[in-house]
């Protein structure tokens, strides 16, 4: 549930017009941390790994996507 709210609200405050370019990004911030309880159930660093670099890595592409070029948001087509 908290996934579905943390992708309406944050493809809201997405810029206009930019929204389709940058929010896979976004996607990736809201599925990494399901990973986070994975690795504690299964007793699986590995999970917690996973997690973590989907979160940084959305970060940093939404980041990059928001202020410098759509195309840099993870997963984002090539418009050139």
Same mark, same amino acid.
């Given at each position: *549930? !908290?996934?579905?709210?943390?992708?309406?609200? !944050?493809? @809201?405050? /997405? $810029?206009? !017009?930019?929204?389709?370019?940058?929010? $896979?990004?976004?996607? %990736?911030i809201a599925v990494g941390p399901h990973f986070l &309880? #994975?690795?504690?159930?299964?007793?699986? &660093? *590995? #999970?917690?790994?996973?997690?973590?670099? *989907?979160? %940084? *890595?959305?970060?940093?592409? /939404? @980041?990059?996507? +928001?202020? +410098?070029? =759509?195309?840099? @948001? @993870? !997963?984002? &087509? =090539?418009?050139?």
């Open positions: *549930m !908290g996934t579905i709210v943390l992708i309406r609200v !944050g493809s @809201a405050l /997405l $810029p206009d !017009g930019r929204v389709d370019e940058i929010r $896979p990004a976004l996607i %990736v &309880p #994975f690795a504690a159930a299964f007793h699986t &660093p *590995m #999970f917690t790994v996973l997690g973590s670099l *989907m979160f %940084v *890595m959305g970060t940093v592409g /939404l @980041a990059l996507g +928001w202020w +410098w070029t =759509d195309n840099a @948001a @993870a !997963g984002s &087509p =090539d418009r050139t």
